[in-house]
């Protein structure tokens, strides 16, 4: 009898390039289905409050929330250099204003959130939406700057919007280290020796997106909000790295610095 594991992960491209082997049957844990889950990283990292997902990507600030209940694996990380989330408005604006401004943020729980929250303590107005109603926020008026993540960050500009700060630059210059945005982990409940076995599979199918790119494209195409061929392509290549098929040392500190920053500033 095949046992089921549900699996969550975001419709983004960099997440359906990494799982698409995993997504197909190609990829696997022996003896278990592992069943695909699509929805936006703030739900995801809400579901992961509760523990309701077997294995499920998550923005890193959850995790830091949910690592009692959660074994982070050593693959599948969204983390790297020059792909942090970027604070944009209509109209250029300075640090000193961003405490009277209307900020809408992708969700409470997302590293996005927290790096906004480091750089701008004093800001008051946040509030929360999911990550694609950015730009509709700011475009209505509802909002003066709001920060985006995905392959927002690679669209802003021909939408119309200026950049404020890149939060990725910042977390970069004040750490040297690179931004830890989110990672794959996996339940406790089912035991270190089958959740070694999902990191190996997670790792086997991000081998395989990495070595058979084309093979990837349609199920990226399904879920893509963002249809541009040389967006796509940004979106991996920026999302997807050697960080993703292993974490180093390098990268648990990062995670460890964000923890410790976000401590300081009471934010767990």
């Known amino acids: 009898m095949v046992e089921e594991l549900t699996f969550g992960y975001s419709p983004c491209p960099n997440d359906t390039f990494m799982f698409n082997a995993i997504a197909g049957g190609d990829v696997g844990v022996t003896g ?6 699509l929805t936006d990283v703030e739900s995801l990292n809400d579901l ?59 969700g409470r729980w997302t590293t996005a959130h927290l790096l906004f929250r480091l750089w701008a303590p004093g800001a008051r107005q946040g509030r929360f939406t999911t990550y ?53 982990a996996a339940n406790k409940r089912l035991g270190d020796p089958l959740i070694d076995q999902i990191d190996t599979a997670v790792k086997q199918s991000i081998r395989r997106a990495m070595a058979h790119p084309e093979e990837t494209m349609p199920y990226i195409r399904r879920y893509a909000q963002e249809m541009d061929e040389k967006v796509l392509q940004a979106h991996i290549q920026t999302f997807v790295n050697d960080f993703s098929l292993a974490l180093p040392a390098q990268g648990r500190r990062a995670i460890e610095t964000l923890e410790g920053m976000a401590r300081d500033a009471g934010a767990l």
């Open 48 to 106: 992961a409050m509760e523990g309701i997902l077997d294995v499920t990507k998550l923005s890193f600030y959850a995790w830091l929330k949910a690592k009692d209940r959660y074994r982070l694996l050593s693959s599948g990380a969204a983390m790297g250099f020059g792909c942090g989330p970027v604070l944009i408005a209509k109209k250029a604006l300075r640090k000193t204003e961003i405490r009277h401004c209307r900020v809408v943020l992708p």
């Open 32 to 37: 278990y289905r592992m069943t695909p889950l």
């Open 132 to 184: 694609d109603r950015i730009f509709g926020e700011l475009a209505s008026g509802r909002a003066d700057c709001g920060v985006i993540i995905h392959e927002s960050r690679f669209t802003f500009e021909a939408a119309g919007f200026v950049p404020v700060v890149d939060l990725g630059a910042w977390w970069e210059e004040k750490t040297g280290l690179p931004i830890p945005l989110g990672g794959i």
